[in-house]
């Protein structure tokens, strides 16, 4: 069974920075991207980054500029690293790994999330 642990949400005052990390376990083959996603209340999730195992990184509009996406192969691990936090960023962020597990294409799983509040 896969899980994916996420951790490094909190409180940040605006114009701060906050560094999440997901670190998937499991029966995982191989791991073909990770990302960040986000929900606020009420509304629909969405992109923040996403990173893909040969180091493709993709970012929302919204974030681009003030989000970095890395991940540790090895750890089965990705981080977002964000920066300049503002009011409309909190949300609870969510993982998302896609990976295989010996089948031709990948499966998406999601972590439970983390909350992100943004103080101004």
């Known amino acids: 069974q896969v899980q994916l642990v996420e951790s490094g949400g909190g409180l940040v005052q605006a114009g701060g920075s906050l560094r999440l990390s997901c670190v998937a376990s499991?029966?995982?083959?191989?791991?073909?991207?990770m990302g960040w996603y986000r929900q606020a209340p009420g509304k629909q999730r969405e992109l923040v980054a996403t990173?893909?195992?040969?180091?493709?990184?993709n970012y929302a509009d919204s974030v681009k500029g003030r989000c970095t996406i890395s991940r540790d192969n090895a750890k089965n691990t990705v981080y977002l690293q964000m920066h300049s936090l503002k009011p409309e960023d909190p949300a609870v962020y969510f993982c998302?790994?896609?990976?295989?597990?010996?089948?031709?294409?990948?499966?998406?799983?999601w972590g439970q999330g983390t909350q992100v509040t943004v103080s101004s």
């Open positions: 499991g029966t995982i083959l191989s791991i073909n991207s």
């Open positions: 990173i893909t195992r040969g180091s493709s990184t």
């Open positions: 998302k790994l896609q990976y295989y597990t010996g089948s031709f294409f990948p499966y998406d799983y």
